[in-house]
């Protein structure tokens, strides 16, 4: 693995030997993301940070995208069919977690929180590999922890993110049981409160609702890298939280 050369993070870092090939974790370590990771300064994007990712997977995985909704990606994306208003939350540092999303008024429980309808599914894994090392290296790390893997309704597991604000869910603790959104079905982008939600308060949701199987949407390791699957919540449980579909 090549070694970080630029402090700064802001310039495009060469390919390393066999990019075409490596992993999730392999590329998130070329990167040294995890030092990135533990940096609780890093400020929220702006709106020309947010264009310029648009700007690159227009450019590199999708030139059939637009990125033209009404509502900046600093406030999220079009919440409301019928009206130009963001979702109901907004972003800001959250202490121990970096930047994270916090209710923007009250939310009452089974309202709908989150509709994905922004979220973006790479088409295969070199789609992501090439849009990850066409980015600056802070940028790549960004992108790199803004990624998950998902079923789709036709049970097909695939890549995903987002390129607003609606990527900054922070995980809730499983032993705390504190997460108060969370999706309804393993293949569903829309995320519901589970209960009532002060203004002001964080948004949590279990990451392990998707399953992350990287080597299955062909970003697995052969290398000394390899960090094993997370193992996902059973749809069993997302059903007990409620009977309506999603």
Known sequence: MR????????LPM?????????????????????EHARDQTKPLPTVAEWKFFQDKYHE???????????????????????????????????????RGLFASRDIIKGEKVHHGGSHLMF???????????????????????????????????RIFTAINIAIMFNGADNKLRNAN???????????WALRDIKK???????????????????????????IPKKKRFSEQLLRKRSKTPP
């Open 14 to 34: 060469e390919k390393p030997v066999g990019w075409e090939r490596l992993g999730f974790y392999s590329i998130r370590r070329h990167f040294n993301c995890h």
């Open 181 to 191: 959104v969370d999706p309804r079905s393993e293949s569903s982008h829309t995320l």
């Open 60 to 98: 590199i995985v999708d030139a059939d995208v637009t990125f033209d909704d009404v509502v900046p990606p600093t406030l999220g994306y079009k919440f409301d069919p019928e009206a130009p208003i963001p979702p109901p939350y907004y972003a800001k540092h959250s202490p121990g977690k970096g």
């Open 123 to 157: 088409p295969d894994a070199m789609s992501w590999r090439r849009f990850v090392f066409s980015l600056p290296r802070k940028k790549a790390c960004d992108m790199i922890d803004w990624t998950w893997t998902q079923y789709t309704p036709d049970r097909e597991l």
């Open 200 to 226: 002001g308060e964080e948004l949590l949701h279990t990451y392990e609702a998707y399953e992350t199987n990287w080597e299955k949407v062909g970003l697995g390791e052969d290398n000394e890298y390899f």
């Open 3 to 10: 070694k970080v050369q630029d402090p700064s993070g802001e």
